[in-house]
């Protein structure tokens, strides 16, 4: 049997950072867990470059829990690490490389407890999850989705390992991200009524989304559970104008909307896109008709808001010894499952303070307070019929 830290050690050092190939990763995982007699389903990326991994153990039928990890990491370059990244150090208690905290810690203790699973007489089946390209949008765990959605027996319960301390997490706003493109019309700036300023009328969007942003944080707005308490509207990267005596023909913006529950970031996109559409286009096209405003979705993923008084809650309560639940700052795939009808929680090994910086590190600590937090569901899983 491996412990969850040789495991880890094998994990961290495929460089599975996003824009690579996880499938050796994949592909070790699954001798893994075939040489143990569990079956794994691999499900692909179009190009076959990359791949999710599915296993269920335990008695058939529906229902159960799933654990769900992601094996993509985010990148290295730029940062300035005293360890080499992809092989696993230890110091002073510490387990550093890139991944251990997000999340490779917590594939490795599920990895680890899997022998355990296969001695106990389980109630329910154990379904087991890895995804890849979640770092970059919580892309892969889609095709993962639609594959279990053409399936009926569904699990009951999902509980997603991303480091919280193993404090038991029950949410996170959702995030929609928007490119707009603003096209003007360019001529010499001396005569600059007789253009459209693509920069200009880009912050009249820009300004509108503060003020929507304003009216969302409003104290009746807010809800205490997520920090900062309200929805947030914000603009990350503008691009426009190429010299001070040409009015600007090209103006590009990206914005992004965080939010809370009762908040539809689609509302907030639909309200700038009327405004372009009753307010600036005639304006602009009273100089010129050429001129547009485009809109498009670049990222984006649902929210989780789990009802503390739900099934997986209470288990989540069970496994963590609190019910102190909380909510993140950063997103998860739990979103998607949740929105797939499978009830989703957070809660895995580590801290996301350490995550995607450099020296990241986990603990032995948490990683042997996760093994010991899995056995614990083993048994809950035998109790329950
Ligand atoms: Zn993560």
Not at 115 to 142: K, M, N
Not at 144 to 155: F, G, M, T, V
């Amino acid at each position: 049997m491996m412990s969850s830290r040789k495991l880890l050690e094998q994990l961290v050092a495929f460089n599975t950072t996003s824009r690579e190939s996880n499938l050796a990763l994949i592909d070790f995982v699954r001798r893994y867990l075939t040489g143990l007699g569990v079956e794994c389903e691999l499900i692909h990326n179009a190009e076959r470059s990359k791949a999710n991994l599915y296993a269920r153990l335990g008695p058939s039928g529906s229902g159960g829990v799933m654990l769900s990890g992601h094996s993509d990491v985010v990148p290295v370059d730029g940062q300035n690490w005293s360890v080499p990244p992809f092989v696993l150090t230890e110091r002073e208690g510490k387990l550093y490389g890139r991944g251990t905290a997000d999340m490779k810690g917590f594939i490795a203790c599920m990895l680890a407890a899997v022998p355990y699973f296969l001695t106990q007489p389980l109630a329910q089946p154990l379904h087991l999850a890895i995804s890849y390209d979640e770092e970059v949008g919580c892309l892969g765990v889609r095709t993962l989705l639609d594959a279990l959605s053409q399936r009926p027996e569904k699990p009951d319960i999902c509980l997603i390992g991303e480091p919280t301390e193993l404090q038991p997490v029950l949410g996170h706003k959702g995030k929609l991200g928007v490119r707009c493109e603003v096209q003007g019309a360019a001529c010499h700036s001396a005569y600059a009524p007789q253009g459209v300023n693509a920069i200009e009328y880009a912050a009249k969007l820009i300004q509108k989304l503060t003020v929507i942003g304003q009216r969302l944080a409003a104290p009746e707005h807010q809800d205490a559970r997520f920090d900062p308490p309200f929805t947030t509207v914000q603009t990350g990267v503008i691009q426009g104008g190429r010299a001070l005596n040409i009015v600007p023909a090209e103006c590009t913006f990206d914005f992004e909307v965080r939010t809370l529950p009762q908040d539809d970031a689609q509302e907030v996109a639909e309200e700038l896109e009327h405004y372009a559409q009753r307010e600036l286009l005639p304006q602009m096209h009273a100089v010129n008709s050429d001129a547009a405003i485009r809109f498009y979705p670049i990222s984006g993923y649902p929210g989780l808001y789990t009802a503390a008084q739900s099934a997986a809650a209470r288990l989540l309560a069970h496994l963590t010894g609190s019910s102190a639940f909380s909510t993140v700052a950063f997103g998860t795939e739990g979103g998607l499952f949740h929105q797939a009808g499978i009830p989703s929680v957070v809660c895995g090994p580590g801290s996301m303070a350490q995550g995607h910086k450099a020296d990241e590190f986990i603990t032995v600590e948490q990683l042997d307070a996760c093994d010991a937090l899995l056995r614990r569901l083993a048994i809950w899983m035998c109790q329950k019929a």
